[in-house]
């Protein structure tokens, strides 16, 4: 059964060129150890809520938006031996954590296992 890692964060508006660099960047890499598939969303439908929602749970400012994304792999196995040899890889080596075009630190992620694919 697939496995997926999803993650939400909130990328400034003014950095959504870079955004879209970095992600297709490290798609290629990704899918260079494995990943089935990465799927990177930027949001144009998505409501502020009263109690929760995705602007809430990635604390939102102005100027931001919410990016939904997911990257699915074979299994939790390929996924554990994909994400460190990406770790690994000297592509990822150059990149500055420090200047990434959105704040790391407010990222929400997970890995799930599917119970539904149809």
Request: hydrophobic share 45%.
């Amino acid at each position: 059964m697939a496995y997926v890692d999803g993650y939400v964060l909130a990328v400034p508006i003014e950095n959504k060129a870079e955004y879209i660099r970095l992600a297709e960047e490290s798609a290629v890499v990704f899918k260079d150890h494995g990943a089935l598939s990465v799927v990177e969303n930027w949001a144009d439908d998505v409501p502020d809520g009263e109690l929760t929602s995705l602007p809430m749970a990635v604390k939102c400012e102005p100027g931001e938006v919410v990016v939904f994304s997911w990257i699915t792999w074979p299994s939790r196995e390929a996924r554990d031996a994909g994400n460190k040899a990406v770790m690994e890889d000297p592509r990822m080596q150059d990149w500055d954590i420090s200047k990434m075009p959105f704040d790391g630190k407010r990222m929400i992620y997970g890995g799930f296992s599917n119970i539904v694919a149809r």
